[in-house]
Nanobody
Framework: VQLQASGGGLVQAGGSLRLSCAIS????????MGWFRQAPGKEREFVAA????????AYADSVKGRFTISRDTAKNTMALQMNLMKPEDTAVYYC??????????????WGQGTLVTISS
């Protein structure tokens, strides 16, 4: 299984970005999917997750109301729409997949990160 994240870049505060994660090797619908981020000097933190069916989502409090996670099973991709971005959203963003909702993300599949930089 391989995950490929893309869509990072430099955006001004208040702007938007859309990240995408392409999955190969297995169908997306067999995974519980998520986005994480790691800011410079900080630990990796949870951002958002979406269930197998796409019917359930979860968000970190820091992004709730601004970010939206979604999945496209036909294209086998997952997206993170980020609006009203803040300088504190600056980080390397990672997409991840795990086989069950209760399983550990650490034991799941991870893509390489994509850098998001928000200028004030």
């Amino acid at each position: 299984v391989q995950l490929q994240a893309s869509g990072g870049g430099l955006v001004q505060a208040g702007g938007s970005l859309r990240l995408s994660c392409a999955i190969s090797g297995r169908t997306l619908s067999s995974f519980y999917m998520g986005w994480f981020r790691q800011a410079p000097g900080k630990e990796r933190e949870f951002v958002a997750a979406i269930t197998f069916s796409g019917g359930g989502t979860a968000y970190a409090d820091s992004v709730k109301g601004r970010f939206t996670i979604s999945r496209d099973t036909a294209k086998n991709t997952m997206a993170l729409q980020m609006n009203l971005m803040k300088p504190e959203d600056t980080a390397v963003y990672y997409c991840a997949a795990k086989d069950s909702r209760l399983g550990s993300w650490k034991n799941g599949h991870w893509g390489q990160g994509t850098l998001v930089t928000i200028s004030s």
